[in-house]
């Protein structure tokens, strides 16, 4: 019997769905029985850690959800999420369940893994490494992940960036900018065609430097995907690197947009996507 587990996505899902869906697919190949769970009402509380009571509360429901889901096991993908889990939210609520991060869990199971991976993906991969994730040494179980994949050449620098992810460098620009710059020579140095993110921000933040340096940014998760012959569009990247505004919004197409309403597009999506890394 598949072993029943709780996908924990986290709120930050609408920039990254086609991360989510690959990752399903991965842990159903791979033997798991998958409940997704995330968005508001699945909150961690770290986005309230300004107010304690507000953010405990938040935390409350959460444990509460997946004590009541009847699954043993919560498997986590934001690794903010997971740090906030294993800290604030089990540490004052009961947790009926044990809780591993994804590049735990595939990595285990890389034996069921690996026989499934049968597209040859030919590309020169560099791995985008970040030293804050201290609960789950991801990197060298991402480049294990990576290096199942057939015609996949990976190179593993020494070099990690400061943070548990990308988005955690937010509050200091300087940084964020040496990021990119030390990608980018990286790549040159490297002769690498690929950047693999192994966490969302990253894949958010960084995409873009295929129009600012003509580097691929990939989520190690959909090049596993593309070797199991599941192809799913990062449409994110697509819309990032998009030639103009009127690409973008040709290729967001006019019922998305009718969704969110043109205002809200131009306000508060348009400026994210038209704003490329800076080195």
Avoid at 222 to 241: C, H, P, R
Avoid at 251 to 264: D, L, P, Q, Y
Wanted: proline share 4%; glycine share 8%; hydrophobic share 45%.
């Amino acid at each position: 019997m598949n072993e029943r587990v709780v996908f924990w996505y986290g709120c930050n899902a609408v920039r990254h769905g086609d991360i989510l869906h690959s990752s399903i697919a991965l842990l159903r190949a791979i033997g798991f029985d998958v409940a997704p769970a995330g968005g508001p009402a699945y909150c961690c509380g770290t986005i309230k850690d300004g107010n304690l009571q507000a953010a405990a509360g938040m935390a409350a429901r959460t444990v509460d959800k997946f004590n009541r889901s009847g699954r043993d096991r919560v498997v986590t993908w934001c690794p903010s999420c997971h740090r906030h889990m294993n800290t604030f939210m089990t540490g004052v609520n009961t947790a009926n369940f044990e809780v591993s991060h994804i590049t735990e869990i595939l990595h285990a199971r890389r034996h069921l893994l690996a026989p499934l991976l049968a597209r040859r993906i030919e590309r020169r991969v560099l791995l985008h490494a970040h030293t804050g994730f201290h609960e789950v040494d991801a990197n060298p179980l991402v480049a294990a992940l990576l290096r199942l994949i057939p015609g996949l050449e990976l190179v593993v620098s020494n070099y990690a960036a400061p943070g548990h992810m990308c988005s955690a460098l937010g509050p200091v620009p300087a940084a964020l900018k040496d990021v990119g710059r030390r990608c980018v020579a990286l790549a040159a140095l490297h002769n690498a065609d690929t950047l693999a993110t192994v966490f969302h921000s990253c894949q958010r933040l960084l995409c873009g430097l295929q129009s600012t340096d003509g580097v691929r940014v990939v989520n190690y998760v959909t090049l596993l995907a593309a070797s199991m012959g599941i192809a799913v569009e990062d449409e994110y990247a697509q819309w990032k690197n998009a030639e103009s505004e009127a690409d973008v919004i040709a290729r967001i197409g006019s019922e998305r947009i009718a969704k969110v309403g043109a205002g809200f597009l131009a306000a508060q999506i348009m400026p994210e996507l038209r704003k490329l890394p800076e080195k």
